[in-house]
């Protein structure tokens, strides 16, 4: 049955100081034997300003939340059990190692900001703290069991999970991201359906991460054919500036320059690493985004999502929404408990 570690409330509130009894807390489902390589630091040492959270989403399925400001410098390790790992940094960069195997991740960085790592057997992780960097990142972890059960473990993905360190590096796409982006940041609703939400999401980001494992990890990072690879890496990397709010109010002639490509070379080139859409769909999807989003976190009226999204009417944008998810934007505003 599904369990819910730590209250979703709390992860929400804001950033609070932990010190390692706290880590050691938080990672026990995934985990046992935290070391600390750096003798100074003492239960009550300071070591982390942010939050972390761990929740069972189902039996074999566990999804690790974390926002994190290293107050110092050091490692810190413990034993994982064995399963498969699907890491994604929404933000900063981070310093880690699965045994032999040594990840560094950069968020917006083609190619660098996930990975999903097999481990065939109990392997002790390694993390680097440095003083002052900051990371956000999401980490989903599949038992064997979870995996049998659900019919993945065949073909191409038996042999990946049977070698011990195998990885693979996973560029997510748009959508992807924004998913990730919401299990990150969570959803006011009811404990009977929270539980459903994480679910949903959570096998939407399983299911991209893992048909990357189908494909060499050449052809992950390779550019489509007759695009110049430094064409296609300075592409991707402004599709996922475009998904922040940095863009909001930009003409495609703005972009255009802040990416220092043409304008006719963008627009003609753009969709090859935005899943087919222009650049102005492309565009008018991620404002769509987060103005779902900040009426799933109850932050913004109706009327002030269809100002963020670009729209002057509401009733332009209600109609635009309900045509792009499948639902009114009143429908998207957090049900409050007791209500119907």
Not at 45 to 67: K, P
Not at 221 to 236: K, T, Y
Not at 291 to 316: C, D, F, I, M, P
């Amino acid at each position: 049955m599904s369990e819910l570690v730590s209250n979703i409330a709390d992860f929400a509130s804001g950033l609070r100081t932990l010190h390692v009894p706290d880590i050691e807390c938080s990672l026990q489902p995934m985990g046992r034997e935290y070391i600390v390589g750096d003798r100074a630091v003492t239960p009550a040492t300071d070591v982390l300003l942010g939050q972390m959270e761990v929740i069972r989403v189902e039996e074999g399925l566990v999804l690790y939340r974390t926002t994190a400001k290293d107050l110092c410098t050091m490692r810190t390790s413990n034993l994982l059990y064995p399963g498969l790992k699907i890491v994604l940094l929404l933000e900063g960069e981070s310093e880690l190692a699965y045994g032999e195997l040594r990840l560094r991740l950069r968020a917006g960085v083609p190619a660098q900001c996930a990975a999903v790592v097999a481990l065939a057997r109990t392997e002790r992780f390694m993390r680097q703290w440095r003083e002052g960097r900051r990371e956000r990142k999401l980490v989903l972890t599949l038992s064997p069991q979870w995996l049998q059960a659900a019919g993945i473990a065949q073909g191409t993905m038996q042999d990946f999970l049977g070698r011990h360190l195998a990885h693979v590096a996973w560029q997510p796409s748009a959508r992807a991201l924004a998913i990730a982006d919401q299990l990150h940041r969570g959803r006011a609703l009811p404990a009977h359906l929270q539980r459903l939400w994480h679910h949903s999401r959570c096998l939407d980001l399983v299911l991209e991460a893992l048909a990357s494992v189908d494909l060499p990890p050449d052809a992950v990072r390779a550019a489509p054919r007759g695009m110049p690879p430094r064409l296609h890496l300075r592409l991707a990397a402004l599709r996922n500036w475009l998904m922040t709010p940095a863009a909001d109010g930009m003409d495609t002639a703005a972009i255009a320059r802040h990416a220092g490509i043409s304008r006719a070379h963008l627009q003609r080139h753009f969709p090859a690493v935005a899943d087919g859409l222009s650049l102005g769909q492309f565009v008018r999807a991620q404002r769509l985004l987060r103005a779902r989003n900040g009426l799933e976190q109850g932050q913004l009226s109706v009327a002030k999502a269809a100002q963020l999204a670009g729209y002057r009417s509401s009733t332009h944008f209600a109609a635009v929404f309900f045509q792009h998810f499948g639902l009114r934007p009143s429908q998207a505003k957090p049900v409050l408990p007791g209500r119907v």
